[in-house]
């Protein structure tokens, strides 16, 4: 360290003579001293102050300039160094030399200016400024086809260069994509595919910028999805799959890319993965297991991928998803279920799918899972049949082979997903009125739903219980539902959700008010008074803001309501009968028909 200091004062004075010998001497001197110990090393020079000399040496003619460049690149590996790089003014000098035809000046300016901007805002702020990040990308695009060694490692430098720039940073991510980075990113992957360092850089780069959604656009007007899908089928070791399975998981969140993907075939190597792996019990087989197949149900989202890949129910990818349904593997059962719910995302596919026999292979894996079961596992299952029952046609068939009493399990579940997609699926079987009058009967389900009427912490729970008890009255139209659903506390929950945002579930509720008010008045009376329903029918015909069929059912309502002598004088007392007039001349003509007839009965009643 004593060998240092001289070091560091004979520089200073060489620095200005600029004496290359021995200049060139101390510069060696320094660069051993800080492989020896690069953090001491760095404090001392801090400390000597020469980091503003190294600015003037930083000059295209002397031979001196790639070893300043070196040194400068050693000492920002610490991070105390990196601001001082900056305000010793080396940025500029360092982005001139980006000029230089001499390989190894721009190789070691490109490690300098990377380790300077590594984690560094300053850095990054001063590398932009001057104009740093443009011309790396500008040398990449030039020297891409160049395939020899020493070119491969300057390209590996300049790409790290652009990720220390750029990691973490949206803005300066969307800057370098302005710049045309991506396509020729993709370009270097494809030529230099052999070359392990440069294809991992490139793969941090497309990582990265691939978070970002303006990138996804780009990405798609390359052959990535080709490349990658060629680059995976080479890799056997975990750590490189991982990589690529990194870039992989943001690029497909976008539809086009999702079938460039599928057309690429990457299905077939995830189904390998997962046939591989399947029976081990290694960490690493575990964790591959899982990405395989979560990518595979994340393709399956897209509507042109997902229809490619399901070919009429007779494609190789759907008959391999199926046999995932019955396996032990809960990885794979869950997989599985989820792609069944993604391929029932049309009215051919789910239709086609129940006459083959699906619906009694998610009973069979829900059964499976009744008792202590696997949520997720539970919630994709029963977001499967839910979207199985949409078409009408289907409706029936699954009623008939036992899905809601499948489902009707999970009444116990605590878990909030699973609660809603039990919901959602009972809600989505009960067109039929038999059904309904069932399901509208069972005191354990009705009493259920009041309590989840209640669930507050979880809006979608509470929405869709509130939608179903409704349902239930309007698909039965049956005075013993009325009853159960009146005995059970759920009166006030409809009454509620006539106040909702969405007008559809005020819509549902004002109808099954109704129908209730025409059955079974006087089993609801009570609740219906001390839920305040005639205040609320009358805010809703006074608000402006109420659509049209809101304002109708809401007098349809009212006029229902006159069977019930204490509901009928809260009528009179609001003075219905005026508000009931003005819309007569509302300008929707079911609107001004009702209110007519309304009058009427209002007027007949007093």
Known sequence: MDNLSDTLKKLKITAVDQTEDSLEGCLDCLLQALAQNNTETSEKMQGSGILQLFA???????????????????????????????????????????????????????????????????????????????????????????????????????????????????????????MGVIPTLVKLLGIHCHNAALTEMCLVAFGNLAELESSKEQFASTNIAEELVKLFKKQIEHDKREMIFEVLAPLAENDAIKLQLVEAGLVECLLEIVQQKVDSDKEDDIAELKTASDLMVLLLLGDESMQKLFEGGKGNVFQRVLSWIPSNNHQLQLAGALAIANFARNDGNCIHMVENGIVERLMDLLDRHVENGNVTVQHAALSALRNLAIPVVNKAKMLSAGVTGAVLKFLKSEMPPVQFKLLGTLRMLIDAQEAAEQLGKNVKLVERLVEWCEAKDHAGVMGESNRLLSALIRHSKSKDVIKTIVQSGGIKHLVTMATSEHVIMQNEALVALALIAALELGTAEKDLES????????????????????????????????????????????????????????????????????????????
């Open 56 to 178: 003037s040496l930083l000059t295209p003619q002397s031979p001196c300039t790639a070893k300043v460049a070196n040194i400068i690149a050693e000492v920002a590996k610490n991070e105390f160094m990196r601001i001082p790089c900056v305000d010793a003014g080396l940025i500029s000098p360092l982005v001139q030399l980006l000029n230089s035809k001499d390989q190894e000046v721009l190789l070691q300016t490109g490690r300098a200016l990377g380790n300077i901007c590594y984690d560094s805002h300053e850095g990054r702020s001063a590398v932009g400024q001057a104009g740093g990040a443009q011309v790396v990308v500008d040398h990449l695009r030039s020297l891409c086809s160049i395939t020899d060694p020493a070119n491969e490692k300057l390209l590996t430098v300049f790409c790290g260069m652009l990720m220390n720039y750029s990691n973490e940073n949206d803005s300066l991510q969307a800057q370098l994509i302005n």
């Open 531 to 606: 839920a305040k329903l005639v205040q609320i029918l009358h805010r809703l015909l006074t608000d402006e803001r109420s659509a049209p069929e809101i304002k109708y059912n809401s007098m349809v309502l009212t006029c229902a309501l006159m069977g019930s002598e204490s509901l009928h004088k809260e009528v009179q007392d609001l003075a219905f009968l005026d508000v009931v007039s003005k819309l007569r001349s509302h300008e929707n003509k079911s609107v001004a028909q009702q209110a007519s007839l309304t009058e009427q009965r209002l007027t007949v009643e007093s």
